[in-house]
């Protein structure tokens, strides 16, 4: 056991170190202070002031936008701009001015005839006359980009030049699939005077007229397409009426012999071949 003078003397030793180590930090309190305060009295030189900037006197003109660049070329700016303008008509064009409408109501006619309403289905459909579009016209598109795109991308037409230049092969192969009729009688619909021939026409009242040809020309074909299966159809039906079945779909009877004989005179392959040859007439 611990005496109690030994208690004393660590108790007593103990008050020294702690009043030792409050004097330290008062001192070191202190010693912050003041240099603190002093760095906050010292006094900064005063900055002169920077004399003010000479006017700029205004330009005259207005604004404006550089379509080519310095070779004469558009800009790739316009480039692009153009692109994606062409980006968002181009499902109108390619609906109104190639032969993507009759080639597409062909083959959806030659899908009712065959009483199968979604196989193929449209995709598939949309396609097939995208790519036969694609073969068929591309005599056409590579005498726009030869006489249009090309010249303009190279600086040696304006744009206005470049537009009428390549809408030329285009209109001869939409005037060579035009009726007379329909280009007439689109001309009295807009209230123009007749042209004196076909080569007068403005794009205005072509379209609208090689659109109405080529939808009557692939209701025709069409309706080529469905007499062979109105006539399976005719047969079927006769013979359940005969048979005293008249509850039994005709359809369900019929639509095997119409895949049958669809598939034995090589159907899809004789209708591609006539829309491909419906064309090299012009």
Do not use: C
Request: aromatic letters at 8%; hydrophobic letters at 55%.
């Amino acid at each position: 056991m611990t005496s109690p003078s030994t208690r004393v003397s660590r108790s007593s030793g103990i008050t020294r170190v702690a009043i030792a180590i409050g004097l330290l930090l008062i001192v070191v309190f202190a010693i912050l202070t003041i240099s603190a305060s002093a760095g906050y009295a010292a006094p900064s030189a005063p900055v002169h002031p920077t004399a003010p900037a000479t006017p700029t006197p205004p330009t005259s003109g207005g604004f404006s936008v550089d379509v080519n660049g310095p070779d004469g070329a558009p800009s790739s700016a316009i480039v692009t701009l153009i692109g994606i303008t062409l980006l968002s008509v181009a499902p109108a064009l390619l609906l109104m001015m190639t032969s993507f409408t009759k080639i597409f109501v062909v083959l959806a006619m030659t899908r009712n005839a065959l009483s199968l309403p979604s196989i193929p289905p449209n995709q598939v459909l949309a396609g097939l006359a995208l790519f036969l579009s694609l073969f068929i016209m591309w005599p056409v598109l590579t005498d726009v980009n030869n006489l249009g795109v090309q010249p303009y991308l190279d600086g040696k037409l304006n744009f206005d030049q470049a537009v009428a230049a390549g809408s030329e092969p285009l209109r001869h192969w939409m005037l060579a699939f035009t009726r007379q009729e329909d280009l007439a009688l689109m001309t009295r619909a807009s209230g123009q005077a007749n042209p004196n021939n076909p080569e007068d026409v403005t794009l205005i009242t072509l379209i609208p007229a090689f659109l109405i040809s080529e939808l009557r020309a692939a209701f025709i074909i069409g309706f080529v397409i469905f007499i062979p299966f109105l006539v399976i159809d005719l047969v079927v039906a006769s013979a359940l009426m005969s048979m005293g079945m008249m509850m039994l779909p005709p359809v369900m009877i019929s639509l095997p012999f119409k895949i049958l004989l669809f598939v034995l005179v090589d159907g899809w392959g004789l209708i591609i071949t006539s829309l491909i040859t419906s064309y090299q007439s012009g």
